[in-house]
């Protein structure tokens, strides 16, 4: 059985929202990295805290009990 892969805000490794939490998850990469580069965005390009609260509202929370 094939399982699709979906993206969810990961509320159990969160600091704010769970975005870059479950962006990491998403692209099996460590969420420390995402974190990093949403920061650096929102200091350089100005659009990191928009695009994270849209973000925020977009990505639905991940089910409980769901791997």
Request: with cysteine; hydrophobic share 50%; aromatic share 18%.
């Amino acid at each position: 059985m094939e399982t699709t892969k979906r993206l969810y805000r990961d509320t159990q490794n969160r600091l704010v929202g769970g975005v870059c939490a479950g962006l990491g998850t998403y692209f099996d990469m460590d969420y420390s990295i995402i974190r990093i580069i949403w920061i650096l965005l929102f200091f350089f390009a100005g659009v990191g805290f928009l695009a994270y609260i849209i973000a925020w509202v977009l990505i639905p929370q991940k089910p409980f009990g769901h791997l």
